[in-house]
């Protein structure tokens, strides 16, 4: 069943309150929902309130206080007739959590009870209009096992507790801001927290928990500063304060996705939130940091305004992805998140924009809505706040989203809404703006740059390519700022912001006696492709001059990407390789060398283009091909720069680890030149390797020689392998990068290890982090997903047929590899399309993994 946005109508029945009660136990949860049910004057009236449900039966349904026969089932969803205005329905629900492998609704983690709602799990719970533009106050009474459950959590505040007969206890607690059913929580379990205050702005205090289980508190101090740090941030950079006296955080080891925002108590992934110098990478720190900002500025941008409809969930995903953006450039470099930020975007999802899972950032349809949890809507959806911010300027910026959420406070808003209070906060004129919201695919903006007397002619052109549904295109507005360089003086004189908004135009500079060079989508202003075949001489003019940082690493990039794609084609003679080598040694020996440069920022500009992003760059390509010249440019390029690149592992191997910027950036360069290194010489990289290996006193420096290690022959992969498997074999998420690191090994039999890996008892399918860690890590290594024999396929396919029953939201999360096998060359395409098409063949598919794979199918 398709559902489409153009079918939008406004709930017949409002649910201005829910009391629930739970009867907790691992196995048998007892539900008793009791709804104050209202007809809605702007709903189409009638008098059935159709309730939605999702493998539940209701075990017994009164209307104002009498039991009823007027209800019936309607597939999953439950019909009562009500003859009214006003009535309170009840109805109650048994639930077994530990049976639910499919993390929706209530489900037992680790002996814990937790919840995860959005978008469609509350109907999981009770019988319920599980819609986001239902919004109720929610009164949640819980009782349980207080040895089992000593620790029990809601929404809100904590309003009444005490003990029970037999050793159970109860909790009572209160949420005042009406919410949809999606952001409601419920933890139960043993816990302990981390504990701290933060005052917000205006004076509240709020009390901060993170609750861990016992043993972990002593890796949630991140987490914590993170917290304090998103709350301050959130204030000054927004002006948006917390609003209750709590404010609780959750670990749970099985989750589907990163975290959840539920109002007043966020439930987490592990992974994101337990961090500490010996079992967590730079990288990890970065991402915890990252996602609590995340869910707390959810607190705003996406609770107090909420989406009308999951069309809309761009609305909070995308703002709310640019605004712990923003957040984490604050905390850290600017520079280096920008970067990481559009490889994120440009490795997966211009992929998806260029797919059979197309769509725009405000979908027009779906089958399920969890499959449209995509990087298009969090991370092409950031993207396009960003370019109204761009045109807007910072503080007209603010003025738009001031008015935005007072205009919209405790309301369920669509993207339209957003879009109108940007137009009336800061001036602009977003009609033809609105293009980015209903228009999928990725523009390609063709450069010209011409010399008219002493004028500078810039020409560009866009073409949005067709994309599913959606054959032909209108041009976007598309706002890129550019600079013009003198290439003598190697200065510019001052950036400049264009909008193309027309299929073609020019651009006119004067006062250039002699051709400048070209700086354009600085900041990656605009998430466009560029195509602008270019000098070799001005990429590295660039590389070595732009002030802008993004730009600077664009043009290595650009440098790199230029060589490799004539080198795959197989347009490269033999001077051309040896120039474009050249090149492109010159330009990453001054990034080495250049003592202007902070090691974070170098460290992030001698990371060579991805093979996915390489793909991306031909309309159909062979994945051997494309891997076979990126190592050998790799290992031409360590050889050649081994002494550069020794020197500056030895200068960055003996420094302490601490958590500032200069230690961080040398960590940083350390793997960068190793991963070098060995490409050149892998017997001086292993030896290399297994020395940073076992000096290491943090993860970072651990994990960045075993991934070295781990691509090399010899005892001393084995050896490091077992080592780090001793040592931290009790720690679930190092135990996952265990496993990730194996899977994602550049050894020609990485399939049958895999295969042996599966095998073992601590791969646990029905934890949706270790099934990542082995088969997502396998889906990114050329060496096992594409496997000329197409083994690579097999694996995932089976996967994905045995992971279906147990878990649909994660198997349908592997359909989209296969599903690019358009873009791959015959052989290996012939054997995606294949695995496709068994698993289309499978009967009781569920409708994620069948949605994803018929569209593949196309
Ligand atoms: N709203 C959450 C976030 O981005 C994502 C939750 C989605 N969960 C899911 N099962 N589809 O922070
Ligand atoms: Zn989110």
């Not at 959590?153 to 801001?177: I, T």
């Not at 997966?348 to 260029?354: M, R, V």
């Not at 002619?457 to 706002?479: E, F, N, R, W, Y």
């Not at 400048?516 to 590389?543: H, K, M």
Request: hydrophobic content about 40%; charged content about 25%.
């Amino acid at each position: 069943p398709v559902i489409r946005r153009e079918d939008y109508v406004p709930p017949a029945w409002l649910i201005p309150e829910v009391a629930l009660d739970f009867k907790l136990g691992l196995d048998a949860t007892h539900v008793t929902a009791r709804l104050s049910v209202m007809r809605n004057t702007a709903g189409k009236g009638g008098t059935t309130l159709r309730l939605n449900g999702d493998q539940i039966a209701p075990l017994a349904v009164r209307v104002d206080g009498h039991d009823v026969n007027d209800w019936r089932l309607d597939g999953p969803d439950l019909l009562v007739e009500l003859s009214g205005e006003r009535h309170v329905v009840e109805i109650e629900t048994a639930l077994n959590p530990a049976a639910n492998s499919q993390l929706m609704g209530l489900y037992a983690s680790n002996g814990m009870l937790c919840t995860q709602c959005e978008a469609e799990g509350f109907r999981r719970i009770t019988f319920f209009p599980d819609r986001p533009d239902v919004l109720s106050t929610y009164t949640v009474r819980m009782s349980g096992n207080k040895a089992e459950f000593p620790i029990l959590l809601a929404n809100g505040n904590c309003m009444a507790s005490g003990p029970g007969e037999n050793g159970m206890h109860w909790a009572e607690w209160h949420d005042p801001w009406p919410k949809p059913g999606y952001l409601f929580a419920l933890v139960a379990g043993d816990l302990v927290a981390n504990h701290a205050t933060f005052e917000t702005m205006s004076g509240r205090k709020v009390d901060l928990n993170i609750w861990v289980r016992p043993g972990d508190e002593a890796r949630t101090e991140h987490a914590m500063q993170s917290l304090i740090n998103s709350m301050k941030w959130d204030e000054k950079v927004f002006g948006r304060e917390y609003d209750l006296d709590l404010f609780n955080i959750v670990a749970v080891s099985d989750f589907n996705m990163g975290a959840m925002e539920n109002k007043g108590l966020n439930v987490f992934n592990t992974r994101y939130v337990l961090a500490d110098p010996e079992t967590a990478t730079d990288a990890d720190y970065d991402a915890v940091e990252g996602v609590i900002g995340h869910e707390y500025f959810h607190n705003w941008s996406g609770n107090r305004v909420t989406c009308r409809d999951w069309f809309q969930l761009s609305l909070k995903e995308g703002f709310t992805v640019l605004r712990d953006q923003m957040f984490s450039a604050d905390m850290g470099s600017a520079a280096v998140k920008r970067i990481e930020d559009v490889r994120v975007l440009r490795g997966a999802q211009f992929s998806e924009d260029s797919g059979p899972l197309a769509h725009p950032i405000r979908p027009d349809t779906y089958q399920e809505i969890s499959n449209f949890y995509t990087t298009t809507i969090y991370n092409k959806g950031a993207e396009v706040i960003r370019m109204m911010r761009t045109m807007a300027g910072e503080e007209r910026f603010r003025k738009g989203t001031d008015l935005y959420f007072e205009r919209h406070d405790g309301e369920a808003a669509t993207c339209e809404d957003f879009i109108k209070a940007m137009e009336d906060g800061t001036g602009l004129d977003l009609t033809q703006f609105r293009l980015w919201y209903s228009q999928a695919g990725t523009p390609q903006v063709a450069v010209e740059l011409t010399q008219q007397g002493e004028q500078a002619v810039l020409a560009l052109s866009q073409t949005v390519p067709p994309t599913p549904g959606q054959p032909d295109k209108q041009p976007m507005p598309i706002p890129l700022r550019l600079a013009l360089f003198d290439r003598h003086t190697g200065r510019h004189g001052g950036e400049k912001l264009i909008v193309l908004d027309k299929e073609r135009d020019t651009f006119t500079f004067d006062g250039f006696p002699a051709p400048p060079v070209l700086s354009i989508n600085r900041g990656f202003s605009a998430p466009v492709a560029i195509q602008y075949p270019r000098a070799t001489d001005d990429l590295v003019f660039l590389a070595a001059h732009d002030d802008d940082p993004f730009a600077r690493y664009e043009a290595l990039q650009q440098l790199v990407v230029q060589h490799l794609v004539a080198a795959i084609s197989g347009t490269l003679d033999e001077r051309a390789r040896e120039a474009g080598r050249a090149a492109i040694s010159q330009a990453l020996g001054s990034v080495i060398e250049d003592p202007a440069l902070d090691d974070l920022m170098r460290g992030e500009l001698m990371i060579l283009p991805s093979e996915a992003y390489l793909a991306e760059q031909f309309p159909v390509s062979d994945p051997g091909a494309v891997h076979k010249e990126r190592q050998a440019l790799k290992r031409w390029l360590g050889a050649h720069l081994a002494e550069p690149l020794k020197a500056l592992h030895d200068r960055a191997l003996a420094v302490p680890y601490s958590r500032d910027a200069a230690a961080r950036g040398k960590r940083k360069i350390k793997t960068q030149a190793l991963v070098l290194i060995a490409a050149g010489d892998p017997a001086e990289g292993g030896r290399r390797a297994f020395a940073q290996y076992n000096a290491a006193d943090n993860m970072t420096d651990r994990q960045g020689a075993l991934k070295v290690l781990v691509d090399l022959e010899g005892p001393e992969r084995e050896q490091a392998l077992a080592d780090f498997r001793a040592r931290y074999g009790q720690n679930a998420l190092v135990v996952d990068k265990w496993f990730s690191l194996q899977a994602g090994a550049l050894v020609p039999n990485v399939l049958d290890h895999i295969a042996v890996l599966a095998q073992r008892p601590d791969f646990t399918i029905t934890n949706p982090n270790r099934v990542r860690a082995l088969y997502m890590t396998a889906t990114t290594n050329p060496n096992a997903f594409h496997h000329e024999s197409g083994a690579g396929y097999r694996m995932i396919g089976d996967l994905i047929r045995r992971l279906d029953p147990i878990n649909a939201q994660t198997a349908a999360r592997f359909v989209p590899a296969l599903g690019r096998w358009r873009r791959v060359e015959p052989g290996r395409a012939g054997i995606m399309r294949e695995e496709l098409e068994r698993i289309a063949a499978l009967p009781g598919l569920s409708r994620d993994v069948r949605e994803q794979v018929s569209k593949s199918l196309g």
